[in-house]
């Protein structure tokens, strides 16, 4: 979910099919179809985020649809985030032979499935069971979509088609998600999920139109996939991303009931505060692209630092409309400038394993959506209010930092010692 990761992304596809993907990038440049590759492949990752964030927004209306009080059906949300850390790996390595174009095309189609239960569920369990399905595909889409761009433009020009893929999350967090709780409280929710779903539909068709059928785009073997997973700083990153990250969706799980129980808006302020939060995640993961290029683990350091302050000014003045909007866009801003070094590093840990690194850094990601909103669900059904939930994500993003640190600090010990 970055915008400026191309040094490493390319790294990994040579690493996977240098000669092919150079020749192959040759004639898809020659046949002005690069730009529509590029641009189908941001419309899929615009349909993941939205899906993924919409939910957030329409908590409430499903919640009591299906009977339920607010931290019962955060289990929805969480069911979410499992599917993605589940399918991430799985679905990556059980296709790791698959030509991208089939196995993405495959991806999207789970996708809409997904979509379509979640708007015709009629119990939490059926629910929670159609929002894990639609959460299988996330990683493995991002994954897959980080080796096509790097096809489509060829060496030395993935982060300018990486940019554009990506830029489908970030817009989803600025329209896709706003709009589509604008559409949950005047039409319905489960409309929602269909015009997701039907948006899915687009997308696939999208996709068999516009990305190439070549055989540079054959997967490689399972062996070769899984041999990324098995270095342990992979998994110490995975971990520092999965704390560190859960602060964003402990907030953004709850900005609903945060605007109309803690700030006393209207529910029509909602939208615009979901806007507002995705246009610093924007911000943050454009400014954090360029940081993660120039230093190794500033990216990290002050965007979870940053992070913590923001965090305790909503914790501490968050019913005043004056601090929560403009903290939206400082917590979103300010932990998005963490992401791009985070795949940085993953990448450049496992160069070998491109589509699963690409995947495991989305898993990581819901991995922190699941804890957020886990623990901003435990909070508040201990009776401890809406702004507890910050201080959940306080300390959890504050036990990311304190990881990484101590790993650095590690390996800068263990270099020494060489």
């Not at 189908?40 to 339920?68: D, K, P, R, W, Y």
């Not at 209207?266 to 120039?294: H, K, Q, S």
Request: glycine share 12%; charged share 10%; proline share 3%.
């Amino acid at each position: 979910m970055t915008v400026s990761n191309g040094a490493a992304i390319v790294k990994a596809a040579r690493t996977m099919a240098e000669d092919k993907l150079c020749s192959g990038s040759d004639s898809v440049r020659r046949s002005g179809s690069g730009r529509l590759t590029l641009l189908t492949l941001a419309l899929g990752t615009f349909c993941i985020g939205t899906t993924e964030f919409a939910s957030m927004g329409i908590i409430q209306l499903f919640a009591g649809s299906l009977g339920v009080d607010l931290a019962t059906a955060t289990h929805a949300i969480t069911a979410y985030a499992i599917g993605v850390v589940i399918g991430a790996p799985i679905l990556t390595i059980a296709a790791a032979r698959l030509n991208r174009r089939t196995l993405l095309l495959l991806l999207i189609s789970v996708f809409v499935a997904g979509n379509v239960l979640s708007a015709i569920a009629d119990s939490l369990a059926f629910f929670i069971a159609a929002r894990f399905v639609s959460g299988l595909p996330q990683g493995a889409y991002f994954g897959a979509g980080a080796v096509v761009a790097s096809y489509v433009v060829g060496p030395g020009r993935s982060g300018q088609a990486f940019a554009i893929v990506m830029t489908g999350l970030t817009i989803a967090t600025i329209i896709g998600s706003p709009l589509a709780t604008f559409l949950g409280q005047n039409v319905g929710w489960r409309q929602t999920y269909l015009c997701i779903a039907a948006l899915g539909l687009v997308s696939l068709v999208s996709l068999s139109l516009f990305v190439p059928r070549t055989s540079a785009l054959d997967g490689a073997s399972i062996a070769h996939e899984l041999s990324g997973l098995s270095k342990g700083r992979v998994w110490l990153m995975m971990a520092v991303a999965a704390l560190g990250i859960s602060s964003i969706f402990a907030v953004y799980t709850f900005i609903a009931p945060f605007v109309t129980d803690l700030v006393l808006l209207c529910p029509e302020m909602i939208p615009p505060a979901l806007a507002i939060f995705g246009v610093g995640m924007t911000v943050g993961n454009l400014y954090g692209g360029r940081l993660a290029d120039r230093h190794p683990s500033l990216g990290i350091t002050a965007g979870y630092g940053c992070t913590l302050l923001v965090l305790v000014l909503l914790a501490l003045r968050g019913a005043n409309p004056w601090v929560f909007f403009p903290a939206m866009f400082g917590v979103g801003a300010t932990m998005m400038v963490a992401i791009p070094t985070i795949q940085v590093r993953l990448t450049a840990l496992a160069p070998e394993s491109a589509t699963l690194m690409g995947a495991m850094n989305l898993a990581s990601l819901n991995v922190a959506n699941a804890l957020g909103a886990w623990a901003g669900g435990i909070t508040i059904g201990a009776g401890l209010g809406l702004l507890s939930t910050v201080w959940a994500g306080f300390v959890m993003t504050s036990a990311g930092l304190i990881l990484f640190i101590l790993a650095m600090s590690a390996g800068r010990k263990g270099a020494a010692g060489r």
